[in-house]
């Protein structure tokens, strides 16, 4: 079922034509929270986090959407499991917005402190302590992939400390995990090459974990060939839209302008920095999922 979207959701919108559509902007955020669920169930947690930034960092004047917090909510999740910290929101991204949605999202950043220092010991006690929150959130299931992505977490970092670890110690070191749970883990995360190990036994049944880091120079080039790839793309974008759009001399004249007063100016157009946004509390049931 969550397939069937893919095709229209991995097609870019760079315009639209609003003299043929009746959109709003709710209509906009809508589409891209949505979208990021699908995106989510598919493990495609890049493609979730670009939609998530979309609504967060819609620009605002008076009232903060409900729909912006609960993206923010799931951005925080799904920066964790796809990449073990949190992504920095774009620089375009209303200050006021941001600090809004943090503080409707206090029990989701204390989990991103445990991340930072591969606590699992406090991760189990937020996500024990805050559990009717992210049920009401309906956030259990996504708060049991952070804890998979904490523990794989553990894992990498203990590839920097030994050549080779007995499993049994290895399930003590990473701690609430059975030898056999490990070795799950890891099989699974060798196959999908997130480290390069092997597990071998010993005369005496002992089973032993063998890290290899020859691989990481390979994994570093394709990220780059990658990263290159992706800005080679967007440029290629914006060039067509500078044609398309025909920016006009006003519109780079006011850019340059905000741009000129500092890395906020932009975004301090459409939000005064002073500014209390409100939450959308009539509209906030309707988006905690």
Same mark, same amino acid.
Request: aromatic letters at 8%.
């Given at each position: 079922?969550?397939?069937?979207?893919?095709?229209?959701?991995?097609?870019?919108?760079?315009?639209?034509?609003?003299?043929?559509?009746?959109?709003?902007?709710?209509?906009?955020?809508?589409?891209?929270?949505?979208?990021?669920?699908?995106?989510?169930?598919?493990?495609?947690?890049?493609?979730?986090?670009?939609?998530?930034?979309?609504? /967060?960092?819609?620009?605002? #004047?008076? =009232? $903060?959407?409900?729909?912006?917090?609960?993206?923010? %909510?799931? *951005?925080?999740? !799904?920066?964790?499991?796809?990449?073990?910290?949190?992504?920095?929101?774009?620089?375009?991204?209303?200050?006021?917005?941001?600090?809004?949605?943090?503080?409707?999202?206090?029990?989701?950043?204390?989990?991103?402190?445990?991340?930072?220092?591969?606590?699992?010991?406090?991760?189990?006690?937020?996500?024990?302590?805050?559990?009717?929150?992210?049920?009401?959130?309906?956030?259990?299931?996504? /708060?049991?992939?952070?804890? #998979?992505? =904490? $523990?794989?977490?553990?894992?990498?970092?203990?590839? %920097?400390? *030994?050549?080779? !670890?007995?499993?049994?110690?290895?399930?003590?070191?990473?701690?609430?995990?059975?030898?056999?749970?490990?070795?799950?883990?890891?099989?699974?995360?060798?196959?999908?090459?997130?480290?390069?190990?092997?597990?071998?036994?010993?005369?005496?049944?002992?089973?032993?974990?063998?890290?290899?880091?020859?691989?990481?120079?390979?994994?570093?080039?394709?990220?780059?060939?990658?990263?290159?790839?992706?800005?080679?793309?967007?440029?290629?974008?914006?060039?067509?839209?500078?044609?398309?759009?025909?920016?006009?001399?006003?519109?780079?004249?006011?850019?340059?302008?905000?741009?000129?007063?500092?890395?906020?100016?932009?975004?301090?157009?459409?939000?005064?920095?002073?500014?209390?946004?409100?939450?959308?509390?009539?509209?906030?049931?309707?988006?905690?999922?």
């Amino acid at each position: 079922m969550y397939t069937y979207p893919l095709q229209l959701l991995d097609y870019d919108i760079e315009t639209i034509d609003t003299t043929k559509n009746d959109l709003d902007i709710q209509s906009v955020l809508e589409y891209y929270f949505y979208g990021s669920m699908v995106y989510i169930a598919n493990k495609n947690f890049v493609r979730a986090l670009d939609f998530l930034s979309i609504v /967060i960092s819609a620009p605002t #004047q008076k =009232l $903060l959407s409900a729909i912006q917090i609960a993206a923010y %909510k799931k *951005y925080v999740l !799904v920066c964790l499991i796809g990449e073990g910290q949190m992504r920095p929101l774009p620089k375009y991204t209303a200050s006021t917005v941001e600090k809004v949605c943090k503080s409707q999202a206090v029990v989701y950043l204390q989990l991103v402190d445990a991340f930072k220092d591969t606590n699992i010991r406090m991760f189990q006690d937020i996500a024990s302590r805050s559990s009717t929150i992210f049920e009401n959130d309906k956030h259990i299931g996504l /708060i049991k992939q952070c804890f #998979q992505s =904490l $523990l794989r977490k553990k894992i990498k970092e203990l590839t %920097k400390v *030994y050549i080779t !670890v007995g499993l049994n110690e290895m399930a003590k070191k990473i701690e609430n995990i059975s030898p056999k749970e490990l070795e799950l883990i890891l099989i699974e995360m060798i196959n999908q090459k997130q480290i390069s190990a092997s597990i071998s036994i010993t005369e005496q049944l002992t089973k032993m974990v063998h890290f290899n880091d020859d691989d990481e120079e390979e994994e570093r080039q394709s990220k780059l060939e990658e990263s290159i790839l992706n800005l080679s793309t967007i440029n290629n974008r914006i060039s067509y839209m500078d044609k398309l759009e025909g920016l006009n001399r006003d519109f780079q004249t006011k850019y340059m302008t905000l741009s000129s007063t500092g890395p906020g100016g932009i975004s301090e157009h459409f939000v005064d920095e002073e500014m209390e946004l409100p939450v959308d509390e009539e509209a906030k049931s309707s988006f905690a999922v």
